[in-house]
């Protein structure tokens, strides 16, 4: 019986002390074709916010020399 627990602590010991394995990539899963229009959509909404932020820092220029 004491060899039992003396193998049951040992085992213990190892899995505790053991690295736990890297994670895969995402698109190296399951999910990973419903990842690829996700990368898509960001660079898009990148462009979208960048050309966005342009358009309004013109139309405060206009205001600003239309207003004074």
Not at 4 to 25: C, G, S, T, V
Not at 36 to 55: I, M, N, T, V, W
């Amino acid at each position: 019986m004491r060899w039992l627990i003396a193998l049951i602590a040992i085992l213990l010991a190892i899995y505790h002390f053991m690295p736990e394995p890297a994670p895969k990539p995402v698109e190296e899963t399951f999910i990973g074709k419903q990842i690829e229009p996700l990368r898509k959509a960001e660079g898009f909404e990148d462009e979208f916010l960048k050309a966005d932020a342009e358009h309004q820092k013109k139309l405060e220029e206009q205001l600003e020399q239309s207003g004074g």
